[in-house]
Each structure stands twice: as C-alpha cells, then as structure tokens.
C-alpha cells in the first residue's frame, strides 16, 4: 500500500477548495506518518481513546477531525486539542461541547450532521429536527463552539443517481441554512460530503470537504 501516491492521485481528483480528510481511524500511527510526509495534516478518527494515543505521539500541526458518533461523555477527553467535531447530531452535544471548550479557553468548530440517506442506521438530524433546534436559538448563547456548516453520508448503493440526488438535497439545505440562520457568517460554509467509494459525485454537487480512507490507507486493520 503506497499511501503516498494514494494521498496524490486523490488531491489530483480534488478542486483547490475541497479539503481532504484522511480517515486514519483503526490504522496506526505509522501509516498517519506516511501521509504526513505527503503533505497531508488533516486527519479523522472516530474512537477518542485511539485518538487520544496517537495525538499524542504525532506532530502537533495535525489537524485532527472527530467524525465518528461522539458521546457526550467523551468531549472532554478531545476539547483541549480537536480541530473539528464533523458530526453533531443534538443540541445536548453541542451545548456539551460548548461547555468543555469554555474550559479550555477555545472555540470548537463543528459540523451539523444531517441524515440524507435511505437508511435507518445513520445518525443525525432530519431536516425538520435541524430546524427545530435552530428556530429555539439556543445556540446563538454557545459562543465557545462555532457552527460551520452540515456533514452527511449518502445512502451505500450503487445506484448513483441516488447517490447525487442525497448530496443535492444536502447541498440546498446548507444553502437554507446559510440564508435563514447564518447569512453574514463568514465561518459557515462546509458541505462535508464524500467518502471514499462517492467523494467524486460528492464535488461535482458541491462538496468542499471528502472524507477518505480506504483509498488512502488500504481496508482498516483489525
């Protein structure tokens, strides 16, 4: 597995506006460090106990991205260092995650995980949950977090169509948002979408953050 070449040839697919996130969870530290050597620093994990190993024996200009589900629980663990939570599903997280950055004198950026697949097995808010939570304006008293913008994973198919008509819908609900709760808000403008298998349909429907692993580092150890 030449994770350096990987890196290239999945920059080279990518506009100058897309970001990479280079999916590292469940593989080890050296395999973050041949990426590294290629130039890439921003990372995602999704357990905080590995993350917490391998933050601390990797360069410190890593950018790391918590992207799996996180509990409440566990923010504390990550607030002082994480870079990016990608998937925020609840107010109750973010209201936590505002608490624990407060702690730490920062800012956390964050991610509003929204479900746009077919299926019952991914977390996130419904478009009218979404809503809800930002009509109440709670939010706007959380000045240690700073929303950014929406993440959310496409149904597993192999029908595309399907595939770009999900990242479509994400792509006009970020645009709702930004007009309705956030115009005037430079900080909110991601649209993660895109993994490894999708992360090409996902730029062509405006993505400007892929989130890749298998491409880059081969299928995950266990």
């Given at each position: ?213 298998s491409k880059i580092f081969g299928e995950r150890v266990y």
């Open positions: 597995m030449d994770i350096q070449k990987n890196i290239k040839e999945v920059l080279a697919q990518l506009p100058p506006h897309v970001r990479l996130v280079a999916v590292s969870k469940f593989h080890p530290s050296e395999a973050i460090e041949a990426a590294y050597a290629a130039g890439q620093r921003i990372f995602g994990e999704s357990k905080e106990q590995e993350l917490n190993l391998k933050q601390e024996v990797l360069p410190k200009d890593i950018e790391w991205h918590f992207i799996g589900h996180l509990q409440t629980n566990k923010v504390k663990y990550i607030a002082p260092y994480i870079a990016m939570i990608d998937a925020v599903d609840s107010y109750k997280l973010l209201a936590e995650i505002n608490k624990q950055a407060a702690r730490c004198g920062r800012v956390i950026p964050c991610l509003l995980e929204i479900h746009i697949a077919e299926e019952d097995t991914k977390y996130g808010f419904t478009f009218d949950s979404c809503r809800q939570m930002l009509d109440e304006g709670k939010w706007k008293e959380l000045t240690n977090v700073a929303i950014s913008g929406v993440m959310g994973m496409a149904t597993n198919t192999d029908d595309e169509a399907e595939i770009c008509k999900e990242f479509a819908r994400l792509h006009d609900f970020f645009n709702e948002l930004k007009n309705t709760y956030f115009n005037g808000i430079d900080t909110f403008k991601e649209i993660s979408m895109g993994m490894s298998h999708d992360y090409q349909l996902a730029v062509r429907e405006g993505s400007t953050m892929v989130r890749v692993g």
